[in-house]
């Protein structure tokens, strides 16, 4: 039996490696991971769809998307025939953003995001000595923080922000933990709940994931 191509999306500035948990039958699905790469000036967002595009290799593929990387992918299938698009804690158009975030666009406020502290883990992570919680949070960060150029931040914070997407595209497949703390569930309309989940559950939900997502990718 042909395998399905699977193609996976980290979440912005996150390297694939966020998916180490995420293990798919492989007598079923075949797996690959795209990875960020660095804008053109001020690049479109359907523009650097396009050439992400370019990395799939597979007629109709499966493409799941993580937050940024799940509104990267729903931009993809303008120039990719996906067989199924699922997202993971993201959002399917710009109706489901928070207020804040819908501040931060009217503002202009994400000019003012200091994405050079992304650039320093390192750096914060000693002061944040005595607290575990944010110790713990920062490790992560450390770990799966692959793209730390201020320039791609920038873009991805201003790009994200001003999303044009105003209705979700049809069939998007979409989970999304209950306890998301910057996509709040109660701005989210037709997904499937993750009890417990956060906007990390790719790291501490891949149980549920592995349970599932063969189902979900398989369904008419």
Not at 59 to 65: H, R
Not at 94 to 108: I, L, S, V
Not at 123 to 140: C, D, E, P, Q, Y
Not at 145 to 170: G, H, M, Q
Request: with cysteine; net charge positive.
């Amino acid at each position: 039996m042909e395998r399905i191509p699977v193609y996976f999306m980290p979440g912005l500035a996150a390297s694939p490696k966020i998916f180490e948990n995420i293990k798919l039958p492989d007598n079923q699905f075949e797996c690959f991971f795209l990875e960020w790469f660095l804008p053109e000036g001020d690049e479109p967002l359907s523009h650097y769809a396009a050439r992400m595009a370019q990395n799939i290799k597979h007629e109709n593929p499966v493409l799941i998307g993580v937050s940024f990387g799940g509104v990267l992918v729903q931009e993809m299938t303008k120039f990719v025939n996906a067989r199924k698009v699922l997202i993971i804690s993201s959002v399917k158009c710009n109706g489901e953003f928070p207020r804040r975030m819908r501040f931060a666009k009217m503002t202009r406020a994400y000019r003012f995001f200091p994405t050079s502290l992304m650039q320093r883990v390192d750096w914060i992570a000693k002061f944040a000595v005595g607290n575990s919680m944010i110790t713990k949070r920062l490790n992560l960060y450390e770990k799966f923080l692959s793209v730390r150029d201020k320039k791609y931040l920038d873009w991805a914070f201003k790009t994200i922000i001003n999303w044009d997407c105003t209705e979700p595209a049809k069939g998007v497949v979409h989970i999304h933990g209950d306890a998301d703390e910057v996509f709040p569930p109660k701005y989210i309309k037709d997904f499937i709940p993750v009890k417990g989940g956060t906007h990390i559950m790719i790291l501490n939900k891949a149980k549920w994931l592995n349970e599932n997502l063969p189902r979900l990718i398989l369904a008419d």
